[in-house]
């Protein structure tokens, strides 16, 4: 669809909001109607779900430059499935794009993680997850990333 073009960064908030008003105009909806049912309704991706799709379409292009835990050790433990965070304490890494990705794919359902071998799988599956369920999915992944550091 063409709503879900690329997005660069300098312009984000002019991008979402004439992708608001456009929602608007193709709906009949007031100016001032709000546009978070009008996504779910039409399948649209909010800017916050393209957002997480790219990078999990970086993670599933790119795997070899990612560790599972399950190379760390030959332990079959529950998080064997999950990928290896590093330990750094620079903020500029844990904010960069490669770290959450790592952060994401770690919070996505068990059932969806399995699929990232299949990458057309995978991210039509977490399409699905995001037109069905896009606030509360999304908020739930994203809530750690609002938290202050200790």
Known sequence: MALSS???LWKVKE??????????????????????KLFCELK??????????????FLSSNLDTFTFNSSMHNINTRLRLKLHKPSVNS???QQSSYYNCINIY????????IHIQNKRQFLL???????GQTLLFIAGILLTFNRPMK
């Open 6 to 8: 690329g997005v660069t």
């Open 15 to 36: 991008y979402f909001r004439n992708k608001k008003k456009i929602l608007r105009i193709m709906t009949g909806s007031s100016s001032r109607a709000t546009c978070r």
């Open 44 to 57: 649209i991706l909010t800017l916050t779900s393209q957002y997480i799709l790219s990078l999990m379409r």
């Open 91 to 93: 903020t500029v890494y």
């Open 106 to 113: 770690n919070k996505l359902p068990a059932d969806l993680a």
């Open 125 to 131: 599956q977490l399409k699905k997850i995001f037109n």
